[in-house]
Structures are given as C-alpha cells and as structure tokens.
C-alpha cells in the first residue's frame, strides 16, 4: 500500500463541495516528490558528497543552484493549482455501457497561466488542458457508464507536474456532478400497436372519415375495409381491393411492459423497452410507455423520447 493510499482518508476528508464555485485554497493542495524529483534530489547529495570530497568551491556553488532551481520548482508547481476556481458543468445522457462525459469549467482570477493541468474520475482516462491567465476552459472528462441509472461519477482529480516533473500537486474537488444513463437498447421488433391497449381499443387503425380511394389489399388489413361492391363486379379477375379514409385519430402505439417477455430479467425488459422507444421514435407515429405504477400518454418527439428513456432509466430507484 502506497504512501498515498494510507493517507486517503485524510486527504478526502471534504465532502461534496456544495458551495460553487470551488476554489482551490492552501488546505486542499498537496504536493509530494515524483520519481523524478526523487532521483534528482539523489544526484545532488551526491554531487554534493564529490564536492565535499575534492573541495570543488565551484561543485559546492553547482549543488545549492540546483537545488534553489528545485525549491523554485516545487513552489510554481503549488501555484499552479492554487485559487483554481471549478464549477460543474452539463452532462448528457447516455446508454449503457458508454463513456459519459462530465464538463468543467476552470477559472484563473491570476496574471500567470496554468500550464499543464491534469483531470481524471479516479484511475480513469486523464484529460489535459490549459488555462489563459485571467481566462476560462472548460474540458470533458470521462467516466465509464456501465449500468443504467443515475450516474455520480465522484471526486475529481486535479493534478500538475508543472514546471519540472520534480514535484506533484493535487487537489480532490468534488463538485455536485451526475448523468442519466439510459439502459442499452436491444434492437427487437415493434409489438403491433394497440396489442398492449388496456381498454380494449386497438389504436393504430384508419379514420373513416373521408374515403379518398382504393388500393390492394394487404395481408394486415382489416376485412372489414375491403370493397366488397367493387369486388363484386369482376370477382373471379378484380384483385381484393380496400377502402383508404382520411382524417379519425391518428395511429398510436403502446409500449407496454407486460407485452416484453414475462420470463426475462427486469433489466432485460428495460432493454427491450428502450430499443422500442428508439425505434418508435424513429417511425414517427404517436406512442406511450407504461410501466408498472407509471403511464406516459402517447406522443412524439425528442421530449417524448427523452421522458421514456428517463422513466427506463430510474425505473425502481429509490
């Protein structure tokens, strides 16, 4: 167990930072020695030891400008975290099994830029970026979405190695940031509309309004609508034909819950449920959702979408 490892309870004592923006002050920025910096300070004490040996006035001098160079270089590294000003940003939901991305905005209220600045959920991909002096960014980091919900993706850290490499700053800010994660959709067949309809009507049928023609009939069509009269008038040649009407309400689907598959898991189900909602969307026509306990009423559009999806994703959450 690393050095680092043992003093983490201490070094996370702060807890979600609820006060925006997050200003990296003194009491939150460590700082510690990378191998680099180890190796260096070894070269100087034996320099150093040389130039005690062989009274070398110009090895003495040679040591104490290198390590003055070191300190200096441990101090600009501190600097460059220190003040930070960190606010969350927008994150967009995601499936399942994506990467989602969190944004932050840094902000540096200083004369000096920030050079070579370092941001990571955890051991997760680091981002880098810099910061103009008196100027803001913002930069997208990520963090692995493997189950639906809502996702927290947890403290950030915030390191440098600026200028030199001989030394590491961090700090562990924990702005409030979380992402809606949507279950993985399974790419499955529509059920037919109005099978999962609870009241006994079958959505999804014609108007019958206003007849405006005739056409083949095909193997989904009512027999009810066919054109018996003009059928009849050449019955052994005259294809089946139905009657097209205009205006009535307008086709809707219902995704139902009880129309998935009663022997699958619930995430499963969800699955299933999601794929429908893409690929209802997709068609255009009007559909609702129900689940047990919630009933969405049929619509269409990305804010239909995005409500089902959503009602997936939280669906049994505490």
């Known amino acids: 167990m690393s050095i680092v490892d043992r003093l983490k309870p201490w070094l996370l004592r702060f807890g979600v930072d609820q006060e925006l923006p997050i200003v990296l002050t003194q009491r939150r920025i460590f700082i510690m020695p990378t191998a680099s910096g180890l190796l260096f300070a070894i070269v100087l004490v034996v320099m150093l030891l040389g130039a005690i040996n062989y009274d070398l006035a110009l090895g003495h001098a040679l040591v104490f400008l290198l390590a003055a160079i070191g300190l200096v270089a441990m101090i600009h590294t501190f600097r460059n975290l220190l003040a930070l000003r960190v606010t969350p940003g927008r994150a967009e939901p995601v ?14 209220t200083h004369r000096q830029a920030r050079c070579a600045l370092e941001l990571a959920f955890g051991k997760n991909e680091t981002v880098s970026i810099n910061v103009a002096a008196e100027g803001r960014a913002s930069v997208g980091i990520a963090c692995p979405a493997p189950r ?67 056409r083949l ?17 050449d ?22 819950w009880s129309a998935t598959p009663a022997d699958s898991g619930i995430e499963m189900r969800l699955s299933l449920l999601a794929g429908w909602v893409l690929a209802a969307e997709q068609g255009g026509a009007p559909y609702g959702l129900r689940l047990p306990g919630l009933a969405l009423a049929p619509d269409h559009g990305d804010a239909q979408r995005d409500a089902c999806l959503e009602a997936l994703a939280l669906y049994g959450a505490q």
């Open 148 to 214: 639906r919900g809502r996702l927290d993706p947890g403290r950030i850290t915030l390191s440098t190695r600026y200028p030199l490499g001989f030394f590491r700053a961090w700090s562990y800010p924990h702005p409030p940031l979380s992402c809606l994660v949507y279950p993985q959709p399974i790419v499955s067949p529509l059920p037919p509309p109005g099978a999962a309809a609870h009241d006994g009507q079958r959505y999804g049928e014609q108007g019958e309004e206003d007849f405006t023609g005739l």
């Open 235 to 256: 019955i052994d040649h005259r294809p089946l034909l139905v009657k097209e009407f205009a205006g009535g309400a307008a086709p809707e689907l219902w995704l139902d």
């Open 217 to 233: 009939r095909q193997p989904s069509d009512s027999p009810r609508h066919i054109a018996w009269k003009a059928v009849a008038r």
């Open 95 to 108: 499936f399942a099994g994506e990467l989602a991305r969190f944004t932050v905005h840094l902000e540096n």
